[in-house]
T-cell receptor, first 114, second 114 residues
Framework: SAVISQKPSRDICQRGTSLTIQCQVD?????MFWYRQQPGQSLTLIAT?????????ESGFVIDKFPISRPNLTFSTLTVSNMSPEDSSIYLC???????????FGNGTRLTVT | AQTVTQSQPEMSVQEAETVTLSCTYD???????LFWYKQPPSRQMILVIR??????QNATENRFSVNFQKAAKSFSLKISDSQLGDTAMYFC???????????FGTGTSLTVIP
């Protein structure tokens, strides 16, 4: 299974600012995903990070709010832009090493917006 | 559309006892995968066990086993000889055979009591 490093592990940010979360995998993976987990809730898929092209966003999530980069097969970033308190969540990077394989997750980033 | 339901928001079990967590799902797919993930306070999502729908035999992983009832669309997790380290949030997840789109339940918070 892949080892996934996610940074920062937590942050407290002010309303209106942006935060970029990094996800580094120790091996090349074809599929990378970003999830959001709001307090006390389940995981919601934000987008699929596509290497070399624009991410594929799920309903309710837009590129202007959550720009994603994936310059290669081992690295991706998620930016939470123009933050509001409603963006306070855990953000999780996950990867799948092949089609129909389980997801492997990073440790997550706990974001608090004040 | 795929949905995953976990009807037990919270459960507790005495150390060394056995506990069963429930999960039901709804799908029109004939082939798919089911998973149980554990999320301890450290936040990292950890894969506990996996079941392929085309396999009738229930999956087991040490103290963890599932009761997979395909016709009833039920996928419960049994934890035997519960340990304090089993205290965590447990998520049931569904993935159709057509890709890596995961659908998560709302989770069950399990507390193991010493």
């Amino acid at each position: 299974s892949a080892v996934i490093s996610q940074k920062p592990s937590r942050d407290i940010c002010q309303r209106g600012t942006s935060l970029t979360i990094q996800c580094q995998v120790d091996s090349q993976v074809t599929m990378m995903f970003w999830y959001r987990q709001q307090p006390g809730q389940s995981l919601t898929l934000i987008a699929t990070a596509n290497q070399g092209s624009e991410a594929t966003y799920e309903s309710g999530f837009v590129i202007d709010k959550f720009p994603i980069s994936r310059p290669n097969l081992t690295f991706s970033t998620l930016t939470v832009s123009n933050m509001s308190p409603e963006d306070s969540s855990i953000y999780l990077c996950s990867v799948a090493t092949r089609t129909n394989s389980p997801l492997h997750f990073g440790n997550g980033t706990r974001l608090t917006v004040t | 559309a795929q949905t995953v339901t976990q009807s037990q928001p919270e459960m507790s079990v005495q150390e060394a006892e056995t506990v069963t967590l429930s999960c039901t799902y709804d799908t029109s797919e004939s082939n798919y995968y089911l998973f149980w993930y554990k999320q301890p306070p450290s936040r990292q999502m950890i894969l506990v066990i996996r079941q392929e729908a085309y396999k009738q035999q229930n999956a087991t992983e040490n103290r963890f086993s599932v009761n997979f009832q395909k016709a009833a669309k039920s996928f419960s997790l049994k934890i035997s000889d519960s340990q304090l380290g089993d205290t965590a949030m447990y998520f049931c997840a569904f993935m159709p055979n057509t890709g890596n789109q995961f659908y998560f339940g709302t989770g069950t918070s399990l507390t193991v009591i010493p």
